[in-house]
């Protein structure tokens, strides 16, 4: 059955910008991380670009709010001018997304009541078709509304992905708008090759996006069930209570035992950005590199090369499947089926104290 959508509905986004985006090192740093930084050549970050589109949704930049990162507060007030400081929620120490989610969504409630629908977003994601996005928002909301549901997205895969989650269909729980939602059955870590391609060859599997929408109020009362120990001192403190939190994802916290998680099977020209490869996703054309910078090229192909220094000239003789990056006084050469260890090299860096300047 086919439920017509709400466009009343009281939604409530909350941009999650507290990741480190290290895998895009030497570019990403502490505090210049990867939802600062512009990839596509637009002049916006990712993180404004994430904003801009949740802005129709929203209704204006009121009702927009950003959980972020003790040190990364400042940065977020820069990218964000029009941002109202009481919308920047700010953690004084990172804890993972269950007890950010579990925090916003209680300052929410607060302020807006428990019927608000809260939607959570990462900053640094990359959307093309901003109005399909916005539609499925608005599916989702209806979902979350008119079953008491945790709504979450899933992207539906396009090739057998080892680097995301995947989230597997359960129930048909009817259709809204133009959009069919599913109770979920079960969450999956990162697969291995066969089990992706089984998964992806089934049809009854998706990219968990790490999106969701929800009542606030179904929210809080689900992490009272699945996390006592999240919520028990949250209620009691507030955001002094995070000392002594234990890190913790929301999809281990509620989203892997609660009875209320639907899936919205969705597609609107997703990309995580993950690493450097992404890039290339983005960018590639007709010509033998993805060039970022002043890039002369001899006998190299399939590379992505870039420089922070519009003046600078890379210069590459033989190269094949290669990343090179080149920023003030770091860079890095990486084949591209490498590039999921960045993040073991930059904690590597981070052991000698001559180099954390460098993070």
Not at 6 to 11: G, N, V
Not at 96 to 110: G, I, N, Q, R
Not at 310 to 335: C, H, Q, Y
Not at 342 to 354: F, H, P, Q, Y
Request: a negative charge.
């Amino acid at each position: 059955m086919t439920q017509t959508i709400d466009q009343t509905l009281k939604l409530v986004p909350i941009i999650l910008a507290g990741g480190k985006g290290e895998r895009f090192w030497p570019v990403s740093r502490l505090k210049n991380p990867k939802q600062f930084l512009c990839l596509d050549g637009s002049g916006r970050s990712l993180m404004q670009s994430t904003a801009d589109r949740l802005l129709p949704l929203a209704g204006g930049w009121d009702a927009i709010w950003v959980i972020t990162a003790s040190h990364l507060a400042d940065g977020v007030k820069q990218q964000l001018p029009e941002l109202p400081a009481e919308n920047i929620l700010v953690e004084p120490q990172g804890r993972d997304t269950a007890p950010a989610v579990a925090w916003a969504t209680l300052e929410v409630a607060k302020r807006h009541g428990d019927d608000a629908i809260a939607c959570f977003f990462p900053a640094d994601h990359y959307i093309t078709d901003e109005p399909k996005f916005r539609a499925t928002i608005q599916a989702a909301a209806d979902l979350a509304q008119s079953q008491a549901a945790i709504a979450t997205l899933g992207i539906q895969p396009t090739f057998p992905s080892t680097g995301y989650g995947y989230i597997e269909q359960g129930d048909d729980a009817g259709q809204y708008g133009e959009l069919a939602a599913y109770r979920v059955s079960r969450f999956t870590e990162k697969p291995d090759r066969g089990v992706a391609e089984e998964f992806l060859a089934s049809g009854r599997y998706s990219w968990n996006s790490g999106m969701f929408i929800f009542p606030a109020g179904v929210m809080i009362d689900e992490l009272k069930t699945y996390a006592p120990e999240l919520m028990g001192p949250l209620l009691a403190k507030g955001v002094d209570a995070y000392a002594e939190l234990e890190k913790l994802s929301i999809d281990y916290a509620v989203m892997e035992k609660t009875q209320k998680a639907y899936v919205m099977p969705a597609n609107f020209g997703w990309d995580d950005l993950g690493d450097w490869n992404a890039i290339e996703r983005l960018m590639k054309g007709d010509a033998a590199n993805v060039d970022m910078c002043q890039h002369q090229a001899h006998d190299t192909n399939g590379c992505i090369v870039y420089s922070s220094d519009e003046e600078e000239v890379v210069v590459t003789i033989g190269l094949e499947d290669v990343v090179v990056v080149r920023d003030g006084n770091a860079t890095l050469i990486v084949k591209k089926d490498r590039t999921q260890e960045i993040k073991k090299a930059v904690k590597a860096l981070g052991t000698e104290d001559k180099f954390l300047h460098l993070l």
